[in-house]
């Protein structure tokens, strides 16, 4: 393997470009290979976990480019800097650098002073380094207030011109926005985290002069107040996200209070292949004519599970991954009426649209009729490979008997009619296992492709001195290849489907 031709070589690191551990371990391997892969950890070297205030390797490399009357003015401000020439450096690092995240830098420019103006003047120096020494500016994360303009500069303007994705806070002065407004139109990933409720002029003129903008995504963070006061705060947003409608494919928006223009904006999304919006302020009418032929993902909460239910309604069929992305306990659930009819009706136009879904999320109550179309689905449904389950029992009756019928009826449905492709189970609530019904339904699967499965609580019921016994059994199932996992986790690993079994 070590071989192999340099193209080949490049191919396979810009696969594993987000996997640190096995970068680094490429450049121990012989010359070629570091020769290689370091134009691909150089892209972007802010992407790497490096403990900067340990570690000053980005710092020393940096500094060594910087020209001697510039070391000598930062030094008279008692900015330490190593001692340590261009001419030792292997490689021309920064020619390969495309992206600058203002974060690290902080944390990287700390290392050498905590003086605020010393580290201004240092952050000045090495921001007008990489517009000098970066071929082109792909990527920005500026969620860090940069302590100066960089891009009045001719050569940040030039850079600035490709630049495809930026991550930005609304905290920024609007300048920044006005003058890459100015420099870059082709930015075709744009994620904005909202921390204040008002001024988004900026923000707003950056979006509305975008020509490739494919992905969009806002989420407000903290409290903001002022939106109970303004409930069109975000209009201009809204409008000038509207310029994009045609070319934008994957629309993220967590507003914390929808805008009154939303249900005119969003049935101008047509290509979507991914949504994820609150819908809960949209009537019935207005769901109807949001109409994605061509979505693939599709991102809601348990609240909405009837709004979710009238966009599946009008997809197109390629639908891929259904998330519910926030769950509730069983005493919420308990006081929402129309719990059971939208659950039933969700579960149905999942089973009856939806014959691609890989990547489900399900919330239901533990009714027979619930639980009959939840089989009819899995029995559909012949590409599922991961499934969320949140099962509720709704009588608020007492003690382990109701999850222990819940979990044994669970158990008994995926032997029966489980997909030949599903791959894992998360669950949530009330299920309960009994180490017999376990013991059943393992004996039941072998033969079948191994099952992970995940629970946030501990959904396996112990008799006295029976922990040893249940840790027998699963040991004995994943050694035999029945099982590859079965375990508890915490609740944010269980629900997020990124999270790896």
């Given at each position: 393997m070590s071989k192999l031709n340099e193209d080949i070589l490049l191919l396979i690191f810009k696969e594993l470009r987000d996997d640190s551990k096995s970068l680094f371990s490429c450049l121990m391997v012989n010359r070629f290979w570091c020769k290689t892969v370091i134009p691909v950890l150089w892209r972007n070297p802010w992407n790497y976990y490096i403990n900067y205030n340990k570690k000053k390797y980005l710092f020393v490399i940096i500094v060594s480019y910087l020209s001697d009357n510039a070391k000598e003015s930062l030094m008279r401000y008692r900015i330490r800097l190593p001692?340590?020439?261009?001419?030792?450096?292997?490689?021309d690092y920064l020619s390969f650098c495309r992206s600058i995240n203002t974060d690290t830098m902080k944390s990287i420019i700390s290392t050498a002073t905590?003086?605020?103006?010393?580290?201004?003047?240092?952050?000045?120096?090495?921001?007008?380094?990489?517009?000098?020494?970066?071929?082109?500016?792909?990527?920005?994360?500026?969620?860090?207030?940069?302590r100066h303009q960089i891009f009045h500069h001719p050569e940040a303007m030039l850079r600035s011109e490709s630049l495809c994705e930026l991550k930005c806070d609304t905290s920024i002065d609007s300048s920044y926005f006005y003058s890459l407004a100015h420099i870059s139109q082709y930015i075709q990933r744009?994620?904005?985290?909202?921390?204040?409720?008002?001024?988004?002029?900026?923000?707003?003129?950056?979006?509305?002069?975008?020509?490739?903008?494919?992905?969009?995504?806002?989420?407000?963070?903290?409290?903001?107040?002022?939106?109970?006061?303004?409930?069109?705060?975000?209009?201009?947003?809204?409008?000038?996200?509207?310029?994009s409608a045609n070319i934008i494919i994957h629309l993220n928006i967590i507003f914390q209070f929808m805008s009154r223009s939303s249900p005119k904006v969003f049935p101008k999304f047509h290509k979507l292949k991914r949504l994820r919006v609150g819908l809960n302020s949209f009537s019935e009418e207005q769901l109807k004519i949001c109409v994605y032929h061509d979505l693939e993902i599709l991102e809601t909460d348990y609240y909405e599970l009837?709004?979710?239910?009238?966009?599946?309604?009008?997809?197109?069929?390629?639908?891929?991954?259904?998330?519910?992305?926030?769950?509730?306990?069983?005493?919420?659930?308990?006081h929402h009426e129309k719990f059971n009819e939208y659950s039933l009706m969700f579960i149905r136009k999942v089973y009856e649209k939806c014959?691609?879904?890989?990547?489900?999320?399900?919330?239901?109550?533990?009714?027979?009729?619930?639980?009959?179309?939840?089989?009819?689905?899995?029995?559909?449904?012949?590409?599922?490979?991961?499934?969320?389950?949140?099962?509720?029992?709704?009588?608020?009756?007492?003690?382990?008997?109701?999850?222990?019928?819940?979990?044994k009826e669970l158990l008994k449905l995926l032997v029966r009619s489980a997909p030949t492709n599903l791959r894992e189970i998360r669950i949530l609530?009330?299920?309960?296992?009994?180490?017999?019904?376990?013991?059943?339904?393992?004996?039941?699967?072998?033969?079948?492709?191994?099952?992970?499965?995940?629970?946030?609580?501990?959904?396996?019921?112990?008799?006295?001195?029976?922990?040893?016994?249940?840790?027998?059994?699963?040991?004995?199932?994943?050694?035999?290849?029945?099982?590859?996992?079965?375990?508890?986790?915490?609740?944010?690993?269980?629900?997020?489907?990124?999270?790896k079994i």
């Open positions: 001692s340590f020439s261009y001419q030792t450096l292997l490689f905590s003086l605020a103006h010393a580290q201004c003047l240092l952050e000045q120096e090495f921001y007008h380094l990489f517009m000098k020494k970066f071929p082109e500016l792909k990527y920005l994360d500026m969620k860090s207030i940069i744009l994620i904005i985290v909202n921390t204040k409720a008002n001024g988004f002029h900026g923000i707003a003129e950056l979006i509305g002069v975008q020509k490739n903008l494919k992905y969009f995504e806002w989420r407000d963070v903290g409290y903001l107040p002022v939106i109970i006061l303004e409930p069109d705060l975000y209009k201009e947003i809204l409008f000038a996200l509207e310029k009837k709004a979710a239910s009238i966009i599946i309604e009008n997809s197109g069929g390629h639908l891929k991954k259904i998330y519910l992305y926030r769950h509730h306990d069983i005493d919420d659930v308990d014959l691609s879904i890989e990547y489900l999320s399900l919330e239901f109550p533990s009714s027979k009729q619930h639980f009959n179309e939840f089989e009819k689905l899995l029995k559909i449904c012949q590409n599922l490979k991961s499934l969320i389950l949140a099962i509720y029992t709704m009588d608020n009756v007492k003690g382990d008997e109701p999850l222990l019928e819940n979990g609530f009330d299920v309960k296992f009994s180490l017999g019904a376990l013991k059943e339904f393992l004996e039941k699967w072998r033969g079948r492709p191994a099952l992970s499965i995940l629970t946030s609580t501990s959904n396996v019921i112990y008799k006295k001195n029976e922990k040893t016994k249940f840790i027998k059994l699963i040991n004995i199932y994943k050694n035999n290849g029945v099982i590859k996992d079965l375990r508890c986790e915490c609740f944010k690993n269980v629900v997020n489907l990124d999270y």
